[in-house]
């Protein structure tokens, strides 16, 4: 099965930007779906952004506006770009892949911390 491995988390002030980003083992042309997951203190893990091979993407709604999901099938990359970072944005990222309408694929995390 596919890997998945993040990078690019770490320390940024609030109003900063990061950008995320997932390297796959192996093609993911196949996958339709990628996505970015969430884990923060206190709280479920939760849906932050997805996308289809055909560029649709979703957002969940506090992020609306202000990250942008992205992928590069020749590559084997998806991104998360995040700007205007909130403390509240703290927490483990996840990179993810879906099939048969599950996300079946996971990478470790990668953490990133929003301190003011």
């Known amino acids: 099965q596919v890997q998945l491995v993040e990078s690019g988390g770490g320390l940024v002030q609030p109003g900063g930007s990061l950008r995320l980003s997932c390297a796959a083992s192996?093609?993911?042309?196949?996958?339709?779906?990628m996505g970015w997951h969430r884990q923060r203190l206190g709280k479920q893990r939760e849906l932050v952004a997805d996308?289809?091979?055909?560029?649709?993407?979703r957002y969940t709604d506090s992020v609306q506006g202000r990250f942008t999901i992205s992928r590069d099938n020749a590559k084997n990359m998806v991104y998360l770009q995040m700007n205007s970072l909130k403390s509240e944005d703290t927490g483990v990222y996840y990179c993810?892949?879906?099939?048969?309408?599950?996300?079946?694929?996971w990478g470790q995390g990668t953490q990133v911390f929003v301190s003011s």
């Open positions: 993810a892949a879906a099939r048969q309408g599950f996300w079946s694929h």
């Open positions: 192996e093609s993911i042309a196949s996958v339709n779906l």
């Open positions: 996308i289809t091979n055909g560029g649709s993407r």
